[in-house]
């Protein structure tokens, strides 16, 4: 086990390394440049040394591998270096718009979870009535509906009947809960929602593969309830492939829902994302893009890992 | 005569489409959902083709004298703020999302399962290298993808293909993958290997086909999310552009700007992608169900 | 026998007359009370942007002028009721010597820093400095408007003297420029780079707190030399990218005022749901849309071709098509509509793609095309920003005009980067441009169509003398009436005779929508005109 653990950890290191490249290739292979964005609308009438200057100044002139080496060299200390739009330190800047995409998250997997797992489950027992058509209509019409339209629905819902908006500013669920969920909700709701579809669909499946098992016929044999059997039998073992899945779309989650983030103006780390990259802030596009890939690959390691050890079939591979 | 004697009698190629359509009869009847899933796409796929045909108008052309018109007898689903009719667009549309989600799916499917098969045989380090690999591509934003791909090679329809191509392919790779290692074990694979068959061959010829399951489901699985991942690229101005007839296309900007005065701009593109997306799903579930019920989709 | 007034009759008078008083009395009081401002209060606004460093001398764009202007104060400023007339902020009073060569300005006593340090020439000094003469790895990004100035000195503390290399008609205005932040010179000496990540002004707010991305907080500053400015006791910046929860955000109230404008379907929405809680204020834009054509490439280096783009464009069909769906309004030629620079209608139409005959005009296109050998069906692709708003309304109504003299244009809508990049390298056909001052100012205005090689912003990649010599000429005339005559000649040359490159069809409207309770921001025809708030003040 331990081994296992090592070995996974250790082959998150070339990923991450992959990752670095592509992203710091890629970047470079986008047209324009910060400096030149910053100061190519009207208005400015900058001479052309001062914007060599500001580029030498940002690294921008340097050759390419020694931008790379630099950067790397900077990663592995931990130190992130400064975004080249505002000049603040990265961390800074990251950890303000983390906490609320990470709650945000956080929150539409409760969501998520509050929905699919008794409506999956529900929809086994019942399978090919009416409430199971139901329930695989509703989880899939969450897949189907595009999640910005649902959002602005949801937004423009709000403003016309009841001249109301959630609030526009995050704060902190430590300092004003109140205030922090009134915002959070919403989006949770819409996000968790399209979540659930998925988890639902796979809860059910699971739940049908169950009770097609011997042991849930023995149960029945036995004489036990269908509720005691359903929960504590099937249900458990039912788990393991629908915490699979929610981990899995967990990770997705941080950093991918820029769409929805734009919409309800939350000030996460996927508006974060999308402004930097039409910045052209390379310093912080490529942080970002690590972290992102940092929890995804990371949490994929923890699905596994309870992966493994729920299931002594796979532990013992 | 009976059935029975009229298929002994008739040619392997015709009873092998009778058997084909006896399972679509029967998948009618077990799975209705899924029909109607199949139905839907088979309108889409017919507008589609008959584009030319069916719309009153041309998507393309402007008229800012009848700009956002509610829907009437001339302009059933109403006009959009260039005066461009809805309807005639939506039909169009229907063009632009079938083939982005075709051309796409098909593309990230095959290349996903080809990658997957290659992974499964060979194991070993190639397998570790190349599941690092899908590992990369799926923590890798699509955006940056889909935002490098539309900057060095335009926006259009061909370049959104590709960038929505990438996020499939390691999805599909996997799934592939797992199916796979369970054929390398078989004896048939044994068979091959010990006929002194090249790895490509015995990969192509005799793996390959026996994944179509889990190809075919990823299949219908991504048409659906090709055509939503079309919408937020376009939303976020990476996708398709104007005056292009598309769904999202037509989501975005006006159609949030006017919801209120003219909802019809937003609602009916809403309701195709939600509509194209939900048929592909649940056909694609009920084929699930139908062919490998066992199968765990990502 | 009476010997006295009746006293009734004195007393019905009386007490007429004391009505009558007391009404005027309680009338004016209220009158007087309504229009009052009254202190107090958080005026709350949304910014569409984040803002990037601090330094108004360096950035350009309003997201961050709006958030930090409050905490500044400039040299001269625009009277907020009399947008142009110049006025003094830091400055008392001023004079321009006979040959219009040396401005000296007379600073105000009493002036403090919000660190309670006194403000002097010597400050103001510093900070012209910085913005004129820059020092090595400061950028000044409006440094070329200031090319004219020779010098700037400071004689004694209140004393500030600007010398000029020639005369200059913009000169004063400039120094009005909401950019220019006065800054302190001791802060400056010691680290030029200081205020990218600091506030330290003289403006009527305090700096209080900006949580990236999410909002800025400033409060009042009791030590403001306005006595009894501002009225307000502090105000919130939300920055609010996206443009739906930006409207949203007036409309529920939850936002008192958006500063830079709104389109005419937010602004019907908005007051569609508030009613008579909102308040719409409508000007002229000192904005607008331009197509640039690139001179390098054929067959757009032949002015017939050029000539006939322009004709094919119908300006007065789109100004009333495309004000319903867009900011675009006005028509007019080099300069905003309005302003004391616009060339009036009877001439404007005169100009070529101005005139109201647009079937004469096409039909003039089409036989230039002819002429220039460019067949029917000719192709080439329009260069856009893939920002809707009214960059996309304006490339498809174009390319539709385009169309009917027998073109087949390609829109190419790209982003940002992608887009600028392109327009740098000379890598397009067709495509279109923008202009946003902050004030109507001829140097401003033409400095985009003076030769390539003078100016950085002309992406259309064209030399004329002509132009250039144009230009100099009515930067330097001090006579308003041979200026106009200059800029309409230069005008002339550049859209009609030459089409080298030409507004499409029109100015912005500026529609700036805001709560009924805020009150004191008239608005101007610039949105980054006079936004430190002192004059704001928020109604019960």
């Not at chain 3, 009558?20 to 009158?31: I, N, Q, R, T, W």
């Not at chain 3, 601090?54 to 009277?79: C, K, N, Q």
């Not at chain 3, 009042?220 to 929860?245: E, H, Q, S, V, W």
């Not at chain 3, 309005?338 to 096409?362: C, D, H, M, Q, W």
């Amino acid at each position: 086990m331990r081994h296992y653990i090592l070995k996974r950890l250790l082959l998150m290191i070339p990923t991450l390394f992959g990752v670095a490249v592509l992203i710091f290739l890629l970047l470079r292979v986008l047209p324009g440049d910060i400096v030149e964005l910053k100061y190519a609308g009207t208005g400015s009438y900058a001479p052309k040394e001062a914007l060599a200057r500001e580029r030498a100044q940002l690294g921008l002139d340097q050759p390419l591998w020694k931008q790379f080496i630099t950067w790397i060299v900077g990663i592995s200390l931990l130190d992130f270096g400064t975004s080249m739009w505002t000049g603040q330190p990265i961390t800074h800047e990251i950890a303000i718009r983390l906490e609320l995409s990470i709650e945000l998250a956080v929150m539409a997997t409760f969501v998520a979870i509050l929905i699919s797992i008794p409506l999956g489950a529900l929809a086994a027992v019942k399978q090919d009535t009416w409430i199971d058509y139901f329930v695989r209509i509703f989880s899939i019409a969450g897949l189907a509906i595009p999640s910005f339209w649902l959002a602005i629905v949801i937004i423009l819902t709000f403003v016309i009947y009841f001249r109301w908006l959630p609030p526009l500013t995050f704060t902190s669920l430590w300092v004003d809960p109140k205030a922090n969920l009134t915002q959070l909700i919403w989006p949770a709701l819409a996000v968790g929602y399209r979540y659930s579809a998925v988890a639902t669909r796979m809860t059910r499946s699971a739940v049908l593969e169950v009770l097609r098992e011997d042991y849930i016929r023995t149960a029945r044999a036995k004489g036990l309830r269908e509720n005691a059997v359903l929960i504590r039998h099937a249900l458990k073992n039912a788990l393991l492939p629908v915490i699979t899945v929610i981990g899995l779309e967990f990770a997705f989650l941080v950093g991918g829902l820029v769409v929805t983030e734009q919409v309800f103006n939350l000030n996460g780390i996927g508006k974060l994302f999308v402004e930097a990259i039409s910045q052209r802030d390379y310093t912080m596009v490529q942080s970002l893009v690590l972290l992102t890939s940092f929890i995804f690959i990371f949490v994929n390691f923890l699905v596994d890992l309870v992966n493994a050890y729920l299931d002594p079939r796979i532990r013992f591979q | 005569m009976s059935r029975t004697s009229v298929k002994t009698s008739t040619l392997p190629a015709a009873s092998r489409l009778d058997r084909w359509l006896e399972a679509c009869l029967r998948f009618t009847r077990q799975r209705p959902l899924g029909a109607i899933g199949a139905a839907i796409i088979g309108i889409m796929i017919a507008a589609a083709l008959l584009a030319g045909f069916v719309s009153p108008y041309d998507p393309l052309v402007t008229n800012y004298g009848r700009m956002l018109q509610a829907p009437s007898s001339l302009h059933w689903f109403g006009t959009d703020s260039f005066g461009r009719d809805v309807f005639t667009r939506i039909i169009y549309g229907s063009r632009t999302a079938l083939w982005i989600g075709f051309a796409s799916s098909l593309l990230g499917a095959t290349l996903g399962a080809l990658i997957g098969v290659t992974s499964a045989y060979f194991s070993g380090k190639i397998d570790l290298m190349l599941q690092r690999f899908m590992d990369l591509l799926l923590s890798f934003p699509l955006i940056i993808l889909a935002l490098v791909v539309v900057s060095l090679l335009g926006s259009g329809i061909t370049n959104v293909i590709f960038a929505i191509t990438v996020p499939m392919v390691p999805r599909c790779a996997l799934v592939v993958r797992s199916s796979a290692l369970a054929l390398r074990e078989m004896p048939f694979v044994e068979a091959a290997r010990a006929l002194g068959f090249g790895p490509l061959r015995i990969i192509v010829r005799h793996m390959l086909p026996n994944v179509m399951a889990p190809y075919l489901i990823m299949l219908t699985a991504f048409l659906g999310q090709a055509i939503l991942l079309e919408a937020s690229l376009t939303f976020l101005g990476l996708g398709v552009a104007e005056p292009t007839a598309a769904w999202g296309l037509m989501l975005r900007g006006a159609a949030v700007e006017f919801a209120e005065r003219a909802p019809w701009m937003a609602l009916f593109p809403g309701l195709a992608i939600s509509l194209a997306v939900f048929a592909f799903n649940i056909f694609g579930d009920s084929l699930r169900d139908a062919l490998d019920p066992k199968l765990r989709l990502p | 026998m009476l010997k006295y007034p009746d006293l009734s009759i004195v007393r019905r008078f009386a007490s007429l007359l004391l009505t009558v008083v007391g009404s005027l009395a309680v009338a004016g009081v209220a009158a007087f009370a309504a229009e009052t401002p009254r202190s107090g209060g958080e005026l709350v606004f949304a910014v569409g942007g984040t803002p990037p460093s601090y330094d108004g001398h360096r950035e350009t764009t309003f997201a961050m002028l709006h958030p930090v202007a409050p905490h500044y104060s400039t040299l001269l400023r625009f009277d907020p009721q009399n947008y142009p007339k110049i006025v003094g902020d830091v400055a008392e009073s001023w004079q321009v010597s006979k040959d219009k060569l040396t401005y000296t300005f007379k600073i105000r006593k009493g002036i403090q820093f919000h660190d309670g340090s006194v403000l002097t020439a010597k400050d103001v000094k510093a900070t012209y400095d910085k913005i004129i003469f820059p020092p090595e790895g400061v950028v000044s990004s409006r440094q070329a408007t200031y090319a004219v100035v020779d010098k700037v000195e400071s004689p004694d503390g209140q004393t500030i003297v600007f010398r000029l290399k020639h005369p200059s008609a913009s000169f004063l205005a400039n120094l009005a420029s909401p950019w220019n932040f006065i800054y302190k010179a001791d802060i400056l000496a010691k680290d030029p780079r200081w205020y990218e990540k600091n506030i330290m002004g003289t403006g009527p707010f305090t700096f209080v707190e900006y949580v990236a991305g999410s909002h800025w907080v400033g409060k009042k500053n009791p030590n403001y030399f306005m006595k009894g400015r501002p009225y307000l006791d502090g105000y919130k910046a939300l920055i609010i990218r996206d443009t739906a929860p930006r409207v949203a955000a007036v409309r529920s109230g939850q936002a008192h005022a958006e500063f830079r404008g709104f389109n005419p379907g937010a602004r019907d929405d908005i007051v569609k749901t508030a009613g008579d809680q909102v308040v719409v204020q409508e000007i002229p834009w000192v904005c607008n849309l331009t197509v640039t054509i690139n001179n390098e490439k054929k067959p757009f280096d032949d002015v017939r071709v050029r000539r006939a783009l322009t004709l094919a464009i119908d300006r007065w069909e789109a100004s009333k098509a495309l004000s319903q769906i867009s900011v675009m309004k006005y028509v007019g030629g080099l300069f905003r509509p309005g302003s004391e620079f616009a060339t009036p209608e009877s001439e404007l139409v005169k100009l070529a793609g101005y005139g109201k005959n647009i079937e004469a005009s096409r039909t003039e296109a089409k036989r230039l095309l002819r002429e220039a050998g460019v067949p029917e069906g000719f192709s080439f692709t329009l260069k856009n920003r893939n920002v809707r708003e009214p960059y996309e309304v304006t490339g498809i109504y174009v390319i539709d005009q385009w169309r009917q003299i027998g073109l087949n244009v390609n829109h190419v809508q790209q982003e940002e980067g992608a887009y600028f990049n392109d327009f740098r390298q000379g890598n397009f056909d067709t495509g279109i441009d923008f202009s946003c001052d902050f004030m109507d100012d001829p140097d401003l205005q033409l400095f985009k169509f003076i030769s390539s090689e003078k100016s950085p912003v002309n992406y259309a990649r064209y030399n004329d003398s002509v132009l250039d010599e144009l230009y100099d000429k009515q930067s330097r005339t001090t006579d308003p009436k041979e200026r106009l005559k200059l800029l309409r000649q230069f005008e002339k040359r550049v859209v009609d005779e030459k089409a080298y490159q030409f507004p499409p069809t029109l100015w912005w409207q500026r529609i700036v929508v805001h709560s009924a309770k805020m009150k004191g921001g008239k608005v101007t025809p610039s949105h980054y005109v006079n936004q430190d708030l002192r004059d704001v003040w928020l109604a019960q």
